[in-house]
T-cell receptor, first 111, second 116 residues
Framework: GQSLEQPSEVTAVEGAIVQINCTYQ??????LSWYQQHDGGAPTFLSYNALDGLEETGRFSSFLSRSDSYGYLLLQELQMKDSASYFC????????????FGKGTKLSVIP | GAVVSQHPSWVICKSGTSVKIECRSL??????MFWYRQFPKQSLMLMAT?????????EQGVEKDKFLINHASLTLSTLTVTSAHPEDSSFYIC????????????FGPGTRLTVL
């Protein structure tokens, strides 16, 4: 089976840094993705890690440790518009592009 | 970036009727399309995976006779909810992968279905 764990809610102050963790237990693992979803909107792709280490894209960074079955999304210089739900998702097979999503972390950025 | 559209964006229907939702990749060829269902404040649950020209693969617990999926071309997939009931009310989202980068799924804006 597949299971992904991430905190349900996080609150942070504008301008600060926040880290959203994701641990996973899957029958196969090919990579970890992160998606952002604003209320009522579609998920948008943020990052993908297939190998251990840190990937940086602007204010957002994503980290993966395959040996620990763990990853995180790091958001820096938080802005009010970053308030959204963030989902980690596992791609569990090389031949399959299916994603299994975590339950999502609702990030609230406060002034 | 790649754009995926869905139509309609919302629909209200009576119990027992069928509803068709279209998912189109506008500027790329989608070799694979996915259909998800999302209940309020919950995660995206994969319903089925469809590849152009072949039958969809449904996830366990999803009734293939109730949720009909057709992927007739590389730019269009449709989901038909047959004999809809109130418990089918949900947010239905499609996504697509192209040939350039299989690691990213491009999501449509979703369709809010309300069955009365």
């Amino acid at each position: 089976g597949q299971s992904l764990e991430q905190p349900s809610e996080v609150t942070a102050v504008e301008g600060a840094i926040v880290q959203i963790n994701c641990t996973y237990q899957t029958s196969g693992f090919y990579g970890l993705s992160w998606y952002q979803q604003h209320d009522g909107g579609a998920p948008t792709f943020l990052s993908y890690n297939a190998l251990d280490g840190l990937e940086e894209t602007g204010r957002f960074s994503s980290f993966l440790s395959r040996s620990d079955s763990y990853g995180y999304l790091l958001l820096q210089e938080l802005q009010m518009k970053d308030s959204a739900s963030y989902f980690c998702a596992v791609r569990s097979g090389a031949g399959s592009y299916q994603l299994t999503f975590g339950k999502g972390t609702k990030l609230s950025v406060i002034p | 970036g790649a754009v995926v559209s869905q139509h309609p964006s919302w629909v209200i229907c009576k119990s027992g009727t069928s509803v068709k939702i279209e998912c189109r990749s506008l500027d790329f060829q989608a070799t694979t399309m996915f259909w998800y269902r999302q209940f309020p404040k919950q995660s995206l649950m994969l319903m089925a995976t469809s590849n152009e020209g072949s039958k969809a693969t449904y996830e366990q617990g999803v009734e293939k006779d109730k949720f009909l999926i057709n992927h007739a071309s590389l730019t269009l997939s449709t989901l038909t909810v047959t004999s809809a009931h109130p418990e089918d009310s949900s947010f239905y989202i499609c996504s697509a992968t192209g040939t350039a980068d299989y690691n990213e799924q491009f999501f449509g804006p979703g369709t809010r279905l309300t069955v009365l």
